[in-house]
């Protein structure tokens, strides 16, 4: 077998790894939501998103990426709350709540 050269992590390198965390299902387990962080280099903090994707088309989508959204927690109607530092125009309330279209409309009308 073959050896081949391995280069020895550098801290450099951190800055590329992203972290996963924070995973919640939706009442009715067709969405996951999960919280993705990545290391900051130009302020030495951590930049965090948080992701949704649907169980069963396998979409996954960015819902929140901006101010650190983070610690998701689905309500019993399928509404989606979390913890972000938010300006005004931003679509979300103080309290991390999505404003506009729902995640899926079961009513067929879109």
Known sequence: MEQTEKNPVVKEDLYHFKFLSEVTLSPDGRFAAYVVSQAAEHDNSYAS???????????????????????PLWMADGSLLFVSRRDQDSGEDAAGRRRGRPLHDDTGKG
Request: glycine share 18%; no cysteine; net charge positive.
């Open 49 to 71: 998103g948080l992701w949704i994707m649907d169980l069963e088309t396998r979409d996954n989508r960015l819902y929140a990426g901006r101010g650190g959204a983070k610690s």
